[in-house]
């Protein structure tokens, strides 16, 4: 099975930053593509950064673009999210996500596999 296990989430500043980890296991890591999305109350689910695992080629979604940056660790089969300067809009439930496809819009429904969520507060 396919297991997608978030972590690093909790309460920051504006201004502060957090770094989130998505490590995956049963899943073939290497030429796929992760993201991480995100929903606060009430809204629909977004995406917020696609990384393909295979070429390191990445996405960001305009709002968070030059303060998040996904990276990856082959080696570990993690993925991870480092948000800087973060924002009190930026509180949300963020989500791992992961599909087979080598290629993949930032869109909830291009992906298969979800973790639980972490969730990010910013005051």
């Known amino acids: 099975d396919v297991q997608l296990v978030e972590s690093g989430g909790g309460s920051v500043q504006a201004g502060g930053s957090l770094r989130l980890s998505c490590a995956a296991s049963?899943?073939?890591?290497?030429?796929?593509?992760m993201a991480w999305f995100r929903q606060a109350p009430g809204k629909e689910r977004e995406g917020v950064a696609r990384?393909?695992?295979?070429?390191?080629?990445?996405y960001y979604a305009d709002s968070v673009k030059g303060r998040f940056t996904i990276s990856q660790d082959n080696a570990k089969n993690t993925v991870y999210l480092q948000m800087n300067s973060l924002k009190p809009e930026d509180t949300a439930m963020y989500f791992c996500?992961?599909?087979?496809?080598?290629?993949?819009?930032?869109?909830?429904?291009?992906?298969?596999?979800w973790g639980q969520g972490t969730q990010v507060t910013v005051s």
């Open positions: 990384i393909a695992t295979g070429s390191g080629n990445t």
């Open positions: 996500a992961a599909t087979a496809r080598a290629r993949a819009a930032l869109l909830p429904q291009d992906f298969t596999y």
């Open positions: 049963g899943y073939t890591y290497n030429r796929n593509c």
